[in-house]
């Protein structure tokens, strides 16, 4: 009695109208656990005690009232209140058995096309390469055990082969090998999922050296090169002044005042043409003959705008030309081009 009363305190499986075989099998399960499955599966009328009834038969017709009273309770208490609402009225717990089989397991057509839909799902599943073998085999399991609720018998067997056809081609040496010295309509699947799993593990394994080894090399690799530019930039640093120009930072043969090199744009030695001075004096030349000019223009455009009459001359300065805007002005006017005035 005591274990009775301790089992009686586990939670009741709850049905909400969803997954009914699952409920189905837990509740048969825990009923049986506490003798009154019986009380369920057989309907047997309890006849009231006779005249005079013996002790035996006031304690069996009392056990009797008792487990049928226990499996209405434990049906009540096992499913939602929704669900409750529509079995409230039942007096017996074979009477709500088969009403909430009847309502959610649906008749023999409805099983079969529920397990016809499973069995397409069963066939049309492959592993993805982002899976692992638990992760796939879970899924097919859980496929058949659906179909097992619905009274369908699926072997394991169907499983294995499943398995095996559906492994992707990293697999195939072990796929080969189990082919060649196994029976595979004798192997269990335990034993093909211990074996696929092994070999996962050392595939695992042996990626996370490559990638341990890799990282190694590749930190060595940035360190030697980090220390030898951090070298070449020391040596750098610690060159002695130059003999030919007095600065650091250079070797005396990378100089650019070296006196026996020679410029290339003005022929000279002594110096490189990045430092030539002629070349810096020619820019500045030509920047003052462009500015110069143009303010010549600029000169001769504003005398001419600021005279109102057609007459005005532009006196030669030494500098510019006689020049007027006037054709008339001229007995003899010879046109020429000229590209400076």
Known sequence: MEGEASFSQIALPTFDGDNYDLWAVKMESYLEALDLWEAVEEDYEILPLPNNPTVAQIKLHKEKKTEKAKARSCLFTGVSSIIFTRIMTLKTPKAIWDYLKEEYAGDERIRGMQVLNLMREFEMQRMKDSETIKEYSDRLLSIANKVRLLGIEFTDSRIVEKILVTMPKRYEALITTLENTKDLSKI??????????????????????????????????????????????????????????????????????????????CNQLGHEAVICKGTFQQHETNAKVVKQNEEDQIFVVTCFSARSSSKCWLIDSGCTNHMTYDKTLFKDLKPVKSSKV
Do not use: I
């Open 188 to 265: 269990t699947l335990a034993r093909v999922l211990h074996a696929l799993q092994a070999q996962e593990q050392r595939r695992l394994m042996r990626q996370d050296q490559v990638v341990e080894g890799a990282l190694p090399a590749k930190h060595h690799e940035v360190g030697s090169s980090q220390s030898s530019h951090s070298k070449d930039k020391g040596k750098k640093k610690n060159y002695p002044p130059c003999e030919h120009c007095g600065k650091m930072g250079h070797p005396p043969f990378r100089c650019w005042r070296r006196p026996d090199t020679k410029c290339n744009k």
